[in-house]
């Protein structure tokens, strides 16, 4: 009588079948039923495979703070609770034996088999969770930065200058906005943000390029770097 065990298959698949049409495992609202049943699961199930016991595993767990006030008996282990006949043991000696004179096969289980087309079912979905949560795609890394370009000197042509910088197309580059910083004696240094893919674009590489306008450029310079 009652629940078996929730670690195993069968003892977690009697529970999902039971709450199939049951928000609570005894009653109308939360008792001390759920919070020993609770406590036995540890820990939230598949929800492919078990989509019941997730459902409510996950609303008892808004409960915790007040397990010591439900109603109820705590006192009480969770195998008091479930359905009148249970086909799980938690022991295979505490298994009812048949009469020997019904059993046609002294040597088979004492259990019944479990559907094959449920088994078949329960494992279809457990591959297809694993396969959807191993392709959810992990957001790229990427950096802030916020780069000084130093002209030659007053008479450099600074529109020419970041014309020739934002001309610079790289995979998992974003340029951003940009101003003119006066740095001394009428010389004004470009200041620009921009926003990189850190395994796509190196800024060792880009300065490289950058420098590489030597008509008009310096030297540049990493003034800021944040992750986002």
Not at 178 to 185: A, H, I, M, R, Y
Not at 194 to 206: F, G, H, N, R
Not at 218 to 223: E, M, P, R
Request: proline share 6%; hydrophobic share 35%; no cysteine.
């Amino acid at each position: 009588m009652g629940f078996a065990d929730f670690v195993s298959d069968a003892g977690l698949t009697m529970l999902n079948n039971w709450l199939t049409t049951r928000s609570y495992i005894t009653g109308y609202g939360p008792s001390q039923a759920d919070v020993a049943s609770f406590k036995a699961v540890k820990e939230a199930p598949n929800p492919a495979v078990y989509p019941h016991i997730y459902r409510w595993h996950k609303q008892i767990s808004s409960y915790e703070s007040e397990f010591s006030s439900l109603p109820g008996d705590p006192s009480k282990a969770y195998t008091a609770y479930g359905p009148e006949k249970s086909e799980a043991t938690i022991n295979p000696k505490d298994a009812p034996k048949e009469d020997e004179e019904e059993d046609d096969d002294l040597f088979g289980s004492e259990e019944e088999e479990e559907d094959p087309e449920a088994v078949k079912q329960r494992e279809a979905n457990l591959a297809a969770y694993k396969k959807k949560k191993e392709g959810k795609a992990k957001p790229a890394a990427k950096s802030l930065v916020t780069m000084d370009v130093k002209p030659w000197d007053d008479e450099t042509d600074m529109s020419a200058l970041e014309a020739n910088l934002r001309g610079i197309a790289i995979e998992g580059l974003t340029w951003g906005a940009s101003t003119l910083v006066p740095v001394g004696f009428g010389i004004k240094k470009l200041q620009v943000n921009l926003v990189v893919e850190d395994e796509k674009v190196s800024i060792d590489d880009l300065q490289a390029q950058i420098e590489g306008d030597e008509d008009h450029v310096q030297s540049t310079d990493v003034a800021a770097m944040q992750k986002l």
